[in-house]
């Protein structure tokens, strides 16, 4: 009997098991069904394939005699449905599409912390866009948001200070405020888009993540993704062929 299609399962089993034991590292000899329900928690594929992930361990047990031996036999054959899932799975586990080259190509919104705030006014206008970044001498500075701003010029003009004065004098530098980055999440350059979807889902009250290279600030912005992008990530996982959330 050809048991090409347990081999192939095996095969996907097997780096499945080596991922998960990754994901959790502090028992890496936890059996299979037991890392799947604890990764849960960890990971938002293990948590969307948990009851498949651990049919997936009985089916394995049922497919292999004497697992492990030299002498390693199957005793039984997956369907090719059953096959291709698990595939599947281990592609989204293992080699999930990184956040960097799914919206490498969308053009940031930024300022240079030298330029006066009428700059970032003006760039807020152009680009209808409610963060943008801040950069002095190619790295992140900080961010300055729409709000924020608006914010800081009513409290100039109740306060009977001339606006026009404000905006042209002042830096965009001078107004970055530290706190602000609390309402974004910063990730680095290997965040996944499952990491991203997670993000928005988790904390509904952010401005947008943030992705530089580390995931600290001060470095190069490589994606910056708001809500209005939200809609797009789930297309695009969808397309991946992903289940619905």
């Known amino acids: 009997m050809d048991y090409a299609n347990a081999a192939r399962f095996l095969k996907s089993y097997n780096r499945i098991e080596s991922q998960l034991k990754i994901l959790y590292s502090e028992r890496p000899t936890q059996t299979f069904t037991d890392l799947v329900k604890r990764c849960s928690d960890r990971n938002i594929t293990v948590r969307r394939y948990e009851n498949e992930l651990v049919d997936y361990g009985k089916l394995r047990n049922a497919i292999v005699h004497r697992a492990g031996a030299a002498d390693e036999m199957?005793?039984?054959n997956p369907s090719d449905e059953v096959v291709e899932n698990i595939e599947y799975i281990e592609?989204?586990?293992?080699?999930?599409?990184?956040?960097?080259?799914v919206f490498r190509a969308r053009k940031l919104s930024a300022v240079f912390a030298d330029k006066p705030l009428l700059t970032a006014v003006q760039a807020f206008a152009d680009t209808e866009k409610k963060t943008?970044?801040?950069?002095?001498?190619?790295?992140?500075?900080?961010?300055?948001?729409?709000?924020?701003?608006?914010?800081?010029?009513?409290?100039?003009?109740?306060?009977?200070?001339?606006?026009?004065a404000f905006l042209t004098g002042t830096s965009c530098g001078d107004?970055?405020?530290?706190?602000?980055?609390?309402?974004?999440?910063?990730?680095?350059?290997?965040?996944?888009?499952?990491?991203?979807?997670?993000?928005?889902?988790?904390?509904?009250?952010?401005?947008?993540?943030?992705?530089?290279?580390?995931?600290?600030?001060?470095?190069?912005?490589?994606?910056?993704?708001?809500?209005?992008?939200?809609?797009?990530?789930?297309?695009?996982?969808?397309?991946?062929?992903?289940?619905?959330?």
């Open 132 to 164: 943008l970044v801040v950069y002095d001498h190619g790295k992140m500075a900080g961010v300055l948001n729409s709000y924020s701003l608006y914010r800081l010029i009513a409290e100039r003009a109740a306060a009977g200070e001339d606006v026009t």
């Open 175 to 245: 107004v970055l405020d530290g706190a602000l980055l609390a309402k974004y999440v910063l990730l680095s350059g290997d965040a996944t888009v499952f990491e991203v979807f997670e993000a928005f889902e988790t904390r509904k009250d952010i401005y947008a993540v943030i992705v530089t290279e580390h995931g600290v600030p001060g470095e190069k912005v490589l994606a910056l993704l708001t809500p209005s992008d939200f809609p797009a990530i789930n297309r695009y996982l969808e397309a991946y062929c992903a289940k619905t959330f």
């Open 74 to 76: 199957f005793i039984a």
């Open 91 to 101: 592609r989204q586990l293992c080699r999930p599409p990184l956040v960097t080259d």
